[in-house]
């Protein structure tokens, strides 16, 4: 057997040492399932093997240095698990190494430079852990890595200089660590950069001159380049607001709110949805809101708003529509949320007045995976959303994008990632496994999201007339990356005569390339 492939199978139970006696396994695949128990010293004995993917497990314990004796290992992949101690120091042992991906762990210490070692290593993701320590010279060592993300840990000291040789980096994040110092002017000899993040350090100065010269950086709109908030950039480094302020709970009784919105006037109806309406009102003190009032009379009613009450009173993200109270009586259940003046993106896009460009669209749609990866992976108890579709998207003041309506979320107990159940979730943006066998898991949220990027950027809906038979929006976009991609992208974001099309055109086609990754079928 050269590869064996078990992911989302739904397995449990620990991962058996017999597991080294295939001697000739080159690949293995058990991702996404509910395995647990530490990683098995006998898998160091695969000498063959040259991909491991364990990500998305509750895998435990600490990595064994048994897998430093794989040197014909070329990807690591163990994201999304419960990992815990420091890295082996033995790590320059894999020799054939290019990918290693442990973000979203528990792993503690310094980075060990043994890493650094690595010359060949295209890939490092060491995000969301408790790493601690500087970084080191030596990174400049990695002189072929295109991809660096090191956020989310505890990492101090100056940003050392040598990094600025990594000519071939695409993708640099040390964003939410504690950085001191400047940015170093050698920045700007990344000269292949399309995504820089450094927010939410300690940094200080200026922002280099250097950086005007990274032209992907600055026009192939692939991804953002963030410094210290996406939605502040005209500054210097000393800025390190929220992108909104925080909304804090007050104690709103029924009267204010009958007050607040003309006594739930039609004139003040912002929309309606499964459970009920929102309107929007003004509090005595000037304050807007928007009170979503639930429809006592449907089926599942209270357990909706008990729900909601119970996932949104818990969260905290910049990317999630925030609570200010909550109102229950024997008749009206209401939330009072933070009102949001742009609508939905739903909305907004189709709406003919108004209109996105590329960046638009990309700083939208980061703001809803940013959500969802504080959803799924942040926060103490996984949550589902079960129902992301453009009208759940709301917008601020600012254009950032916020997830709403909680309404039929799922909240993911240590025992279990999936359940089992009926939904309300919306036909076109539902995972097949969803209307098919009732199972809730984070990939239904991640299908619909990819729905959500090809909406977004070809401006069809799921559900559009021009999807019959055998023809969807999958289908319909899928077929379009073969040189087409003109043909379905919306036409205000693609015009040949633009200088920078085929930049524009690259970038559409590297997001919708995603949406169907997102939406590929998984098969045990």
Request: aromatic share 6%.
């Amino acid at each position: 057997m050269d590869v064996l492939y078990l992911s989302a199978c739904n397995i449990k139970g620990s991962i058996p040492s017999e597991i080294g006696n295939l001697n000739n396994l080159t690949t293995l695949h058990l991702e996404t399932n509910e395995l647990t128990g530490s990683i098995p010293k006998a898998i160091g004995r695969l000498q063959k093997l040259q991909g491991l993917y364990l990500q998305h497990n509750k895998l435990q314990g600490s990595i064994t240095t048994d897998l430093c004796g794989l040197r014909s290992l070329s990807e690591f992949y163990s994201d999304g698990n419960e990992l815990n101690g420091s890295l082996p120091q033995c790590l320059d042992s894999l020799i054939s190494l290019r990918t290693l991906s442990l973000g979203f762990n528990r792993l503690t210490s310094v980075i060990p430079s043994s890493l650094w070692s690595l010359r060949d290593i295209l890939n490092v993701n060491l995000s969301s852990n408790s790493l601690n320590g500087t970084l080191p010279v030596e990174i400049g060592n990695l002189k072929v890595v295109t991809k660096i993300d090191l956020s989310r840990n505890d990492l101090s000291g100056e940003i050392p200089s040598s990094i600025g040789d990594l000519k071939n980096m695409q993708h640099l994040s040390l964003a939410e660590n504690k950085f001191q110092g400047s940015i170093p002017d050698s920045l700007g000899g990344l000269i292949s950069l399309n995504f820089l993040d450094m927010s939410s350090n300690n940094l200080s100065g200026e922002i280099p001159n250097s950086l005007k010269a990274l032209s992907l950086l600055k026009f192939k709109f692939v991804f953002q380049f963030v410094l210290i908030r996406r939605r502040k950039r005209n500054t210097g480094l000393q800025i390190d607001e929220e992108m909104s302020p925080e909304v804090t709970w007050r104690r709103i009784l029924y009267q204010a709110l009958f007050r607040a919105t003309d006594g739930f006037s039609e004139n003040n109806l912002l929309g309606k949805g499964s459970f009920g309406s929102v309107y929007k009102g003004t509090l005595a003190d000037g304050m807007q809101i928007a009170v979503k009032v639930f429809n006592l009379e449907l089926e599942g009613t209270l357990r909706s708003f008990d729900a909601e009450c119970e996932i949104l009173g818990s969260i905290r993200h910049r990317n999630l529509v925030k609570i200010i109270s909550t109102c229950s009586s024997d008749h009206l259940k209401a939330l009072v949320l933070e009102y949001m003046p742009n609508g939905s993106l739903e909305k907004w896009m189709y709406n003919k007045n108004r209109s996105f460009d590329i960046l638009q669209r990309l700083n939208m749609v980061i703001d809803v995976a940013s959500a969802l990866e504080y959803l799924h992976y942040d926060h103490p108890t996984p949550i589902i959303h079960c129902d992301l579709k453009p009208s759940n998207i709301l917008l601020n003041e600012s254009m950032v994008a916020c997830l709403s309506d909680f309404g039929i979320s799922k909240l993911l107990g240590d025992e279990t990632s999936m359940t089992q159940t009926q939904t309300l979730a919306t036909i076109g943006y539902m995972a097949p496994e969803y209307g098919g066998e009732g199972k809730i898991s984070r990939k239904g949220d991640v299908y619909s999201y990819g729905i959500i990027l090809m909406e977004t950027f070809t401006k069809k809906k799921p559900t559009d007339e021009l999807f019959v038979g055998e023809i969807s929006l999958k289908s319909w976009v899928n077929d379009s990356l073969h040189g087409k991609i003109i043909n379905v992208v919306d036409i205000n974001l693609l015009q040949k005569e633009d200088a920078y099309f085929t930049a524009k055109e690259q970038c559409v086609s590297s997001v919708l390339s995603l949406a169907l990754q997102c939406t590929r079928e998984l098969v045990c």
